[in-house]
């Protein structure tokens, strides 16, 4: 496993959560990092990106506002921490580096995937 994602769990409507995803065996300091997720009965979709050197941080319209993308070069690893959680942000939610220093909304675009962490905001 080269990216290890985790900080899932159950949170009510109007909570919060981060998401850490730490990168082994090779580093993400050249390349773009991001973040997509899939809710059930659903095609995986784009959150959040940002470029090498922390800028071109782009986000899904349905999370702008509300989430959160950074990096810590130290540490080789990458956070998505999500405010105002609604039953919708509901999915499992993957961290993925690109093959490029300047990330984008398409999966294409990334070569390497953690394995997801289930994120399920409910009452």
């Known amino acids: 496993v080269q990216l290890q994602a985790y900080g899932g769990g159950l949170v009510q409507p109007g909570g919060s959560l981060r998401l850490s995803c730490a990168a082994f065996?090779?580093?993400?300091?050249?390349?773009?990092i991001g973040w997509f997720r899939q809710a059930p009965g659903k095609e995986r979709e784009f959150v959040a990106t940002i470029a090498w050197n922390g800028g071109n941080i782009y986000y899904a319209d349905s999370v702008k506002g509300r989430f959160t993308i950074s990096r810590d070069r130290a540490k080789n690893t990458m956070y998505l921490q999500m405010n105002s959680l609604k039953a919708e942000d509901t999915a499992v939610y993957y961290c993925?580096?690109?093959?490029?220093?300047?990330?984008?909304?398409?999966?294409?675009?990334?070569?390497?995937w953690g394995q997801g962490t289930q994120v399920t905001v409910s009452s």
């Open positions: 065996r090779f580093t993400l300091d050249y390349y773009a």
């Open positions: 993925a580096a690109s093959r490029y220093a300047v990330g984008s909304s398409e999966e294409g675009n990334y070569a390497k």
